[in-house]
């Protein structure tokens, strides 16, 4: 992932994450983010080449993964420096803004279905039904047990069964609220995408900071040297380096 480097530039950049080659041509990605300010796998450092005069010097900062140098798992995708990054979003952009008009639409087709609760309200509902009666059985099964003689081992089996009927409709319960939660939260993050690509330049010529900020989720190193930029929206567009 790309840290927040301390140039003005570069100061909210999202992840950046470095695709390996493991055996067989499978590759994998790390770390997986969603956004931004998450703990970097890559790392930035300054270098600088002198041409002889201390006055007169070149400095450039330059991205690798954390991994590059470890003896274990030696990651061997190549650094890239803070120019490269740019120039290469820059294509990407342009490239992506080509079909901004199609984007948008898919996007609105996407909070469509992202928003329609219907049979998701409808299984919360049921849910909660569940687990209200399955209450209602244990709170009976203890005033059972309480006001009437009967086999202690036959109740606690009982007790035991209902009460982990009763967990189950719970988990079950807060998972579907927790989606239910979920798809309105990126209902409004695509809404946000949306409002933000139709006031975006379909051209740009030149680095804008708060572009990147706002329409890149993450930046993907290849090994050779080719960057894949995810957009918010999911749009992947991949430029060489």
């Known amino acids: 992932m790309w840290k927040a480097a301390t140039l003005p530039l570069l100061t909210?950049?999202?992840?950046?994450m470095c695709r390996r080659s493991l055996p067989g041509g499978k590759h994998w990605a790390e770390p997986t983010v969603e956004r931004a300010f998450f703990q970097p796998s890559w790392s930035v450092r300054t270098a600088t080449a002198s041409s002889g005069h201390s006055t007169d010097r070149y400095r450039r900062t330059i991205w690798q993964c954390n991994s590059k140098f470890k003896v274990e798992e030696r990651c061997h995708t190549p650094t890239v420096d803070t120019e490269t990054v740019q120039r290469l979003f820059i294509q990407a952009y342009n490239r992506m803004m080509e079909n901004r008009e199609q984007i948008i639409k898919d996007c609105e087709t996407m909070r469509r279905a992202l928003t329609d609760f219907a049979e998701l309200d409808a299984e919360i509902e049921r849910q909660l039904e569940e687990t209200q009666v399955v209450a209602e059985l244990v709170k009976a099964a203890v005033k059972e047990n309480a006001s009437t003689a009967q086999s202690q081992e036959a109740y606690l089996r009982k007790y035991e069964a209902l009460t982990e009927r009763y967990e189950k409709a719970v988990a079950e319960l807060e998972r579907l609220q927790n989606l239910r939660t979920t798809q309105r939260q990126k209902d409004k993050k695509m809404a946000l995408?949306?409002?933000?690509?139709?006031?975006?330049?379909?051209?740009?010529?030149e680095w804008s900071d708060t572009i990147w900020t706002v329409m890149?989720?993450?930046?993907i190193v290849h090994r050779n040297g080719e960057i894949t930029f995810v957009f918010y929206n999911g749009t992947e567009t991949k430029v060489g380096a």
């Not at 909210?12 to 950046?16: L, Y």
């Not at 995408?193 to 010529?205: A, D, E, H, N, S």
């Not at 890149?216 to 930046?219: F, L, P, R």
């Open 12 to 16: 909210r950049m999202n992840g950046i």
């Open 193 to 205: 995408y949306i409002r933000t690509l139709k006031k975006q330049p379909v051209v740009l010529r």
């Open 216 to 219: 890149i989720e993450k930046a």
